[in-house]
Structures are given as C-alpha cells and as structure tokens.
C-alpha cells in the first residue's frame, strides 16, 4: 500500500477558469469532488486518462472548492478527508496532467446544468471529453447528469466517458467516500485504507504548543485539525512525511494522540504526535501524519506522571504494530 507522500510528477493546480493557460484548454476532464481520491475516483481516473491519450490530449481533472456541502450546510459536522492540494498531488500520482479547482460560491450554485454545458466545458474550456463517475450530478438543483451531457456532447464536439460503480472485493457495496469516513469515525484506519488504495493521513503544519511533552520525555509535532473529518479520538500508531523544509520527503514512525487530551485539556481537538527517535527542529513546517492503527481511546489519567507511564506503553505497541506493516505502507 502506497504512502501518502510527496508527489515524483510536478503538481499543476489552477483555481479559478481565468488561471487556466491556454495550452491546456481543449483537455479531457474528469469531474468530481473526489474527496479521498479512493479506489472509485481512481477507476474513473484511470478510465479518462486511456480516453485522453487516445485523443492525444491532456487529462485534467475539474472539482469544487470549498465542497458543495459545505456551501450548503456551512454549519455541518466538518467531514473532508483530503484537502486540495493533497488531492491535487494524488491525483499526480495516478496520472493527471492539471487540476482546476473552481470556486463553489452563489454563483456557481446558482449556475444551471446547461449553462455549466454549454458556458463554462463548451465555450471557456472547449474540452475534448468530460469522464464522470455513474452518480455524478451537477447544477442548479442537480439537473444535470450523464444523460444531458451526452444530448449536448455532439453540439459542442466532446466525448462522454461514464465508469460504472466499482464494488468493493466480494461486495455489492461500491467504494464510497461515505464507508471511509464511517471507518475512520469508528477508530479502523485499516479498513479505511483497503478503501482508499492508500493509508489515510492529516496534512497541517506543524505549530508550538504548551511544550507539556518535553517535560516528559515525549516531545509532540502539535496540528491543528481545521475542517478535517474528525475520527475517533484516542491513540494511534502512525507513519509521518514531512511535506517541506530541509527534511522534506522523509518519514518516522511515531505514535499520536488525537483529541482533547482530557489530563491536560485543549480548547479544540488537536493531533499529537511523538516521532521516534527524533529530535529535529520542525516548527513551521508540514507534516503529513498518516494513521495505521488505532492502539486505544482517549482516557484522562492522574497526574502527569501516570500519563508519562501510558505514553511509554502507547509507543511500545506503536513500534510492535508499524513492525509489522510494509515500510510503504
């Protein structure tokens, strides 16, 4: 199982249609949210990237940002698995050439299916071909579907590549970004990451917290969660890349806690972890944390010192569990 790590191909990410050069325009898009970029995105990638090199032309992949859901429902539990640039650099990964993130606000909210046809695919973007997966909706009141894009797709010259829902081994149950979040919710990265083809992680940078760790022998990297999907609070053991700096591209194991450290106490959930065998300055930078294996829940102790003790456990099974996974896991 592939890592999350840092993209070999360079990431080209636009986000507005004015950003987008010229050379560009007249692609193959693929259009979605994608959030996850799990095995389901990855079939319709794989799917637009065959049908873009038989046209000989670029393949892009177009999404929305913010989600349309959180223009919608802005008070809503957070529940983004991956943000944007991690999204663009995965989909780098498997093949993309660009990613077009366009703005959702009122205007595109209030942008009608055929509009979104015939304006912005048609004539700003005049696109070869347009791959969506089987439940794809878009528009005002999500009009439109695969049916209307074919209807328009001779008028405006671009092929239509539909992918079928891709089940799940032994299954009639379709990859979905919904089943990861409920695994994470439920405290099993593991099958989370069956469902993604790659481990899933928090992306963030790296601030000073209250140094608490260091006292005792267990200094943390201190992220913030933001709008991330929160799973289940408690201790993981988990692998994590440093995304810049002079250590950019390494990886240490380490073991972290997630929550709201009840000993101590934090005015919103945070990411804790204590890389091993690690001592090196990271403040400011960002850390990719990705989490393989759920050791405990959350649990307030007696003092600092039974904390210390629990910590040392905590990190024993850390290194016994991250022992037993693939170094790329």
């Not at 992220?223 to 240490?252: H, I, N, W």
């Not at 959930?269 to 990719?288: K, M, N, Q």
Request: charged fraction near 20%; glycine fraction near 8%.
């Amino acid at each position: 199982m592939a890592m999350n790590q840092l993209s070999a191909k360079p990431i080209s990410l636009f986000r507005s249609l004015d950003d987008l050069p010229q050379n560009l325009r007249g692609s193959l898009l693929a259009i979605g949210n994608f959030d996850g970029v799990h095995l389901g995105h990855q079939a319709v990638i794989a799917a637009a990237r065959q049908k873009a090199d038989a046209l000989g032309c670029p393949l892009g992949v177009m999404l929305f940002d913010p989600h349309p859901r959180s223009f919608f429902a802005p008070d809503a539990d957070s529940f983004r698995l991956t943000r944007l640039a991690t999204r663009a650099r995965l989909m780098a990964d498997i093949g993309v050439d660009f990613t077009l993130a366009l703005p959702f606000n009122a205007d595109m909210a209030a942008c009608s299916a055929e509009d979104f046809i015939e304006m912005i695919l048609g004539d700003n973007l005049n696109v070869r071909g347009v791959a969506i997966g089987h439940d794809f909706r878009f528009g005002k009141d999500r009009r439109g579907d695969v049916e209307m894009l074919r209807a328009h797709s001779q008028t405006h010259g671009f092929e239509v590549v539909m992918t079928e829902a891709v089940m799940q081994p032994n299954s009639v149950t379709p990859y979905s970004s919904s089943a990861i979040r409920a695994a994470l919710r439920d405290g099993d990265p593991e099958t989370a990451a069956q469902l993604l083809g790659h481990s899933w992680a928090i992306e963030g940078e790296v601030t000073q917290g209250d140094q608490r760790g260091r006292t005792i022998g267990f200094a943390t990297a201190n992220m913030a969660l933001g709008d991330y999907l929160l799973p289940k609070f408690g201790v993981y053991a988990v692998r994590a890349s440093v995304q810049d700096g002079a250590l950019m591209g390494q990886a240490f194991d380490g073991v972290a806690n997630l929550g709201m450290r009840p000993t101590v106490g934090t005015d919103a959930p945070r990411l804790e972890t204590h890389l091993f065998d690690f001592d090196a300055d990271i403040y400011g930078c960002s850390l990719s944390v990705a989490l393989l294996g759920f050791i405990r829940p959350e649990q307030k102790f007696d003092g600092l010192d039974a904390l210390k003790q629990q910590i040392a456990k905590d990190s024993t099974q850390a290194r016994e569990m991250l022992a037993a996974m693939p170094a790329d896991c």
